[in-house]
């Protein structure tokens, strides 16, 4: 079966410093591929996406990803953490390139240190 | 723009009891959207709708209904709720299927006892 991996349940990491979320998806032809963050009692808020093409994607908020095709990766970054980033990140996959489905991972929950 | 509403925010259910969660958008898109979200989980698709009067089975679709009578409205029907119904649900709406770009209604906690 199709799946999304997200290794880190929790990371902590202190304000300023870089950060890297992981994200494993499970499949040989190239999907669609997206970073959702969510705030606590908020929905999720798309942050960036890949297509195709260059696989280094700029998102909002300062973060950025790189799609990894020998890896099968799409790891979402950040060079420099704001106190504010703190939520959880959620993974998600269009493995029919066709719109109608999401995978999501289980999600990474963030927490900043002053 | 409003963009996804979703009525009530909270809501908790006695076994065998129905409801029915709304879910409105307001930026005229074709596509609709439901998930549950679990306690440490991801999201996972209940149903979808391509349209007006279309509606398809997501990765978890037993236990619930759809209907899709106008293009801004998707309620999600609870027939006889159980304590497995009890999760974070989330509506969400996209314009294109090809950038599934999809924005998030704020989420409806349901707890049934």
């Known amino acids: 079966a199709q799946s999304v991996t997200q290794p880190d349940i929790h990371i902590t990491v202190s304000e300023g410093a870089s950060l890297e979320l992981r994200c494993n998806y499970s499949y040989g032809a190239t999907p669609y591929l997206f970073w959702y963050v969510q705030s606590p009692g908020q929905g999720l808020q798309l942050l960036l996406k890949y297509f195709s093409g260059d696989t280094l994607v700029q998102g909002i908020k300062g973060f950025e990803a790189e799609f990894k095709r020998s890896q099968s990766s799409f790891n979402l970054r950040k060079p420099s953490v704001h106190w504010s980033d703190a939520a959880e990140y959620f993974c998600a996959v269009d493995y029919n390139n066709a719109g109608n489905m999401l995978t999501f991972g289980g999600g990474t929950r963030l927490m900043v240190k002053p | 723009n409003a963009g996804v509403t979703q009525t009530p925010k909270f809501r908790i259910l006695k076994i065998g009891q129905s409801m029915t969660l709304q879910c409105a958008q307001d930026m005229n898109h074709n596509y609709m959207y439901w998930y549950r979200q679990d306690p440490g989980m991801g999201l996972k698709l209940i149903y979808y709708s391509v349209g007006a009067g279309i509606t398809d089975k997501g990765e978890v679709p037993n236990g619930y209904n759809v209907s899709r009578s106008t293009t801004e409205d998707f309620p999600l029907r609870l027939e006889l709720a159980a304590p497995s119904q009890t999760s974070v649900y989330f509506c969400?709406?996209?314009?294109?299927?090809?950038?599934?770009?999809?924005?998030f209604g704020p989420g409806t906690r349901l707890t049934v006892l």
């Open positions: 969400a709406s996209s314009y294109s299927p090809v950038y599934n770009e999809q924005f």
